[in-house]
């Protein structure tokens, strides 16, 4: 007798971001391309109190290794108390500032409950995959053997086969995209990086005057970025709310052929593209994926900026983006890992004796 498919709440933290909506919508792709024959996939904001009969639960995805448990990590800790569960995880990364790993590189959970909480959930399938190479060695230091299978936004399967190197039908950059910090009101340390970003793009602009400059707004328009978005309407940069969507439904985005900024995912859905990307290393999100995937960098000070806009300027004028080419390679190399992990996925019900139509 075959039993109907196994039903699995997949939980994604998609709220406005455009970068957490791109691995909710790719990550859809991966498991519904890879895992549909076997598996029923119920979508679950992770974010709010959920409930439902499951088989099994995925935590699909974004910098949910933090110091202590999150909002959300306590409301997946709610759910699955004195449920015996199996959970998945996909693509999870750190958080954190960029000091705090380099102090606490053994231990970066700051309590027992943290501790607990995650080795509960690799107990229950010995599954968990995460984004980038940090966590994969923070994990192991707590018994917890993670596998490196990169983000799930890194794949754009439609376009994922064949690229070995960067540009090589274009001959001229003409269009530059940027991203910036998502700047608030809160408190007195957001007036560093607003000024850091109002410095970042007079500089922009004055190094490719005649260049066309887009920034993104990745969350949307805060106080502090709505001034910036007037003062860049003024010097003709053109600006887009992305918020609430996946970026890659946004087809102006496609139109750009280099990406600088701070936002992670942005510089994601680049590198995805087959197009450079230049991020700035402003956290432990940033840190991680960096030594994951290795592009030129730099630290978000005045002169951070000046030498990465510099290596971007180079980059343009020799048109030579060569510090990229092992980036198609690496992605490739990734995707590889994402498949095994999810074909794990199939075997670890299979032992448990399911059946599939």
């Avoid at 003409?174 to 608030?184: A, C, G, Q």
């Avoid at 007079?202 to 005057?209: A, E, G, P, V």
Wanted: hydrophobic share 40%; glycine share 6%; aromatic share 14%.
């Amino acid at each position: 007798m075959v039993n109907e498919k196994i039903r699995l709440g997949v939980l994604h933290g998609a709220i406005s971001n455009a970068g957490d909506f791109l691995i909710y919508e790719r990550g859809k792709k991966l498991l519904e391309f890879f895992l549909n024959d076997y598996f029923d996939f119920i979508y679950i904001e992770r974010f709010k109190p959920f409930s439902g009969d499951f088989d099994g639960l995925i935590i699909l995805g974004g910098p949910f290794l933090s110091r202590r448990l999150n909002w959300q990590a306590r409301i997946i800790s709610e759910y699955v108390r004195n449920k015996a569960l199996p959970i998945f995880c996909i693509g999870l990364g750190i958080s954190g500032k960029r000091s705090d790993f380099d102090k606490v590189r053994m231990d970066h959970f700051l309590d027992n409950e943290t501790i607990l909480f995650w080795k509960y959930v690799y107990e229950t399938s010995e599954l968990l995959s995460v984004r980038d190479r940090i966590s994969c060695d923070m994990l192991k230091n707590y018994g917890i053997e993670s596998e490196l299978t990169g983000c799930p936004a890194l794949f754009d399967l439609e376009n994922l086969e064949g690229k070995r190197t960067f540009l090589e039908n274009k001959k001229e950059i003409d269009k530059i995209l940027v991203s910036i910090p998502d700047l608030t009101v809160k408190s007195l340390s957001s007036v560093k990086p607003f000024l850091l970003t109002l410095y970042f793009l007079y500089t922009l602009r004055r190094k490719f005057h005649d260049k066309e400059i887009g920034i993104i707004f990745q969350h949307g328009y805060s106080i502090p970025q709505k001034v910036i978005k007037k003062l860049a309407n003024i010097k003709g940069i053109k600006t887009y709310d992305v918020s609430g969507k996946s970026l890659d439904s946004f087809s102006k985005l496609y139109e750009y052929d280099v990406h600088i900024g701070t936002r992670l995912h942005s510089h994601i859905f680049f590198l995805s593209l087959n197009k450079p990307s230049f991020l700035f290393n402003v956290d432990m999100r940033t840190e991680a994926f960096l030594k994951t995937i290795e592009t030129p960098t730099d630290d978000y000070t005045i002169s951070g900026i000046e030498n990465l806009v510099n290596m971007l300027a180079d980059g343009i004028t020799k048109n030579n983006f060569d510090k990229f080419n092992n980036v198609p390679i690496d992605i490739e190399n990734l995707c590889g890992a994402m498949k095994n992990f999810l074909t794990k996925m199939i075997v670890f019900y299979k032992n448990r004796g399911a059946h599939y139509e």
